[in-house]
């Protein structure tokens, strides 16, 4: 006999059926016991009487357990119908139940939004709180948001191409996460902050339109919007300029927030300098939103761009705003070629906002070797540094490089606004605590003796 889901039920009266699944609620009037069965296309109430109800010590079902039964489809009496349920109009009269595997109580309800239970325990048994429906929901939306994503890149002939974890340190602002090398002891990988130097070796390399679902890691203090690890729409394009980028991007958001359900604000979005936000909101992570369409849900977009380039740091040496790869704007060019007006040069970048958050940011990148040179010196890095780091770009830009740019879009934060979330956790399946431990597993931990001395590492603070 086929499965048949709970979902299907309604168009399956008069069959007899086997549904799989887990109970999610059980009703037990003694002589009739009613169980709602759930499975991931949703729930079908059960009505065991007779012998169904007949089963050996220990073996009654309860809520949690994982259960199968074969039963007939019954349309419910119009008293009996339950408008809150997908499946209201009908039941499933059991002939045969068999408990595939019991369940324990359960730590914390999951029939509940589950927002006041303490974080630690919630992951700690995040397999079940992902049972929730508000958490499945949300995993399930991102999964349609990453398709619909795919679906407008392949459509537009963006060709999706992994690049490696196990990398060379490449600068986004943030701390590396590192890996000890055991063939080459005392030598670290570094994770990638984002692909950004691969993408564009890619754009070396002739493809013209990359994407990926790109993992990036980041050592940086935990915040309600910011893991160790997050994922980018990570998006690299040739022969552009800066306006042609922003054009397919504006496209696909567009695309995908409607095909999401969403409104949007305004269309094509605005457009801002970033000096403008600064004199309007006094932030350049501005919301547009009323009062009113705030409570709509309404989804406000809106570009930034014309950043300074440069900053100063803590310790007043020059360092980028947002990439060190992109392009100053064309007008900059020679100023940044000769280090003059440091603080005048604008880049190309362009920062993608919505309701108040920076959700994606791109640039055109500078492919001649010249200008990135520059760049770097003008953060202070020694030719040698320069060569050592980034030898590989400024050698790769001498064989034929193509004008290009890109961007990148974090997918947590995105779904945070669509899933309407103020916590990263709500939409990753298995996230950190905020004190970065991971969910279920405990790491990070302790390691044997015998690893570390492979890897030529000794502990110097051991307790
Ligand atoms: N690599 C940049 C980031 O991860 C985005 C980009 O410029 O494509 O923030």
Known sequence: MFRCLAGETIQKVGEEVLLQGWINTRRDHGKIMFLDLRDRSGIVQLVVSGSGLERPEGLTPSAEDVIEVVGLIK??????????????????????????????????PIDTDGYDLDEEIRLKYRYLDLRRARLNNNIRLRSKFVQLIRSFLFRNNFIEIETPHLSQSTPEGSRDFLVPSRLQAGKFYALPQSPQQYKQLLMVAGFERYFQIAKCFRDEDLRSDRGFEHTQIDIEMSFVEREDVMRILEEMMIEVFEAMGEKIKQKPFPVLTYQEAIQRFGSDKFDLRSEEEKKGNVKAFAWVVDFPFFEKDKIDKWTFTHNPFSNPKKEFTSDLLAKRNIDKILTSQYDLICNGFEVGGGSIRSHDPKVLQSVFEIMSYGKSEIIKKFGHMLKAFTYGAPPHGGCAFGVERLMMIIAREKYLREVVAFPQTSGGKTSVMDAPSEVAEDQLQELGIRLVNET
């Open 75 to 108: 349309e419910r009496p119009a008293s009996m119908v339950n408008p809150k349920l997908e499946t209201g109009t009908v039941e499933v009269e059991v002939k045969k139940l068999t408990i595939l595997s019991k369940a324990k109580e359960l730590p914390f």
